[in-house]
């Protein structure tokens, strides 16, 4: 393994870095009261992974068994307990676990616990997810060749 080509070709550097104070609002409130930062998007790292801060009320919430054929997804817990399942059991992930999941691993995730629990998600390459979790507010209203087209687009391949 080595290291890929460069990415910055200049001599000195740049003053480029992104400050998000601790506070910001969420980009996205769910009508479940899950709340989503956008921390870092696709277009934000030029591709390179998209970093997300999901932030879960006590009720239960999360998709069900599903995988992506061109991303793959890093699960980081901050704070509660929420059930991943790794393609073979569910693990009850708690503050400072960590389960990453290669593309066409299978996964999900659910906040079972009955209290609010957070989580930073990951996306490697940095696909514009954004666009999926605006949409899920809509999936219900959406007709079955719609919904269809709508994961498609996304790259969420369901097992159910």
């Given at each position: 393994?080595?290291?890929?080509?460069?990415l910055?070709?200049?001599?000195?550097g740049?003053?480029?870095?992104?400050?998000?104070?601790?506070?910001?609002?969420?980009e996205?409130?769910?009508?479940?009261g899950?709340?989503?930062?956008?921390?870092?998007?696709?277009?934000?790292?030029?591709?390179?992974?998209?970093?997300?801060?999901?932030?879960?009320?006590?009720?239960?919430t999360?998709?069900?068994?599903?995988?992506?054929?061109?991303?793959?997804?890093?699960?980081?817990?901050?704070s509660?307990?929420?059930?991943?399942?790794d393609?073979?059991?569910?693990?009850?992930?708690e503050?400072?676990?960590?389960?990453?999941?290669?593309?066409?691993?299978?996964?999900?995730?659910?906040?079972?616990?009955?209290?609010?629990?957070?989580?930073?998600?990951?996306?490697?390459?940095?696909?514009?997810?954004?666009?999926?979790?605006?949409?899920?507010v809509?999936?219900?209203?959406?007709?079955?060749?719609?919904r269809?087209?709508?994961?498609?687009?996304?790259?969420?391949?369901?097992?159910?």
């Amino acid at each position: 393994m080595t290291y890929p080509p460069p990415l910055y070709h200049g001599q000195k550097g740049e003053i480029s870095a992104t400050y998000r104070p601790d506070g910001t609002a969420p980009e996205l409130v769910y009508p479940n009261g899950t709340r989503l930062h956008y921390l870092s998007t696709g277009a934000s790292t030029g591709g390179l992974f998209g970093l997300y801060r999901w932030e879960c009320g006590p009720g239960v919430t999360g998709p069900e068994p599903h995988f992506h054929r061109s991303i793959a997804e890093s699960f980081y817990i901050l704070s509660g307990t929420v059930r991943i399942y790794d393609g073979a059991r569910w693990i009850d992930a708690e503050p400072g676990d960590y389960v990453h999941v290669p593309a066409g691993g299978i996964h999900a995730f659910k906040n079972e616990s009955g209290a609010p629990a957070s989580m930073l998600l990951h996306f490697s390459p940095g696909a514009p997810r954004e666009g999926y979790f605006e949409g899920l507010v809509h999936v219900a209203q959406m007709g079955e060749e719609e919904r269809a087209a709508f994961y498609r687009e996304h790259d969420n391949l369901w097992l159910t």
